[in-house]
């Protein structure tokens, strides 16, 4: 799924999470298609939060989407979301 903008809370935690670290790594790491087009420091509640947007510098309009979601477990069924981008199930 074509993505444009990412939202990024980049405040220290006291768990790590991998994946964080892994989508920071990409963004701070990919210039060329990651562009950080905002950033945001504010104290909330006694401590300091920060917030960073990154903007995707690919021109996305157009790209094909095909996105399956295997819900067999939940509701006996896949949701496919294809060219039209119309969410459907799709019949086992």
Do not use: F
């Not at 979601?69 to 969410?87: M, N, P």
């Amino acid at each position: 799924m074509p993505v444009s903008y990412v939202v990024v809370h980049t405040t220290p935690s006291s768990q790590s999470y991998p994946q964080h670290e892994l989508l920071q790594e990409t963004l701070r790491g990919d210039v060329q298609d990651w562009e950080l087009i905002q950033s945001s420091r504010r104290a909330v509640l006694g401590q300091t939060h920060e917030i960073e947007v990154y903007r995707c510098r690919k021109d996305l309009r157009g790209v094909p989407v095909h996105l399956e979601i295997d819900l067999t477990r939940k509701i006996r069924q896949s949701i496919t979301v294809g060219g039209s981008g119309a969410l459907s199930p799709r019949p086992d």
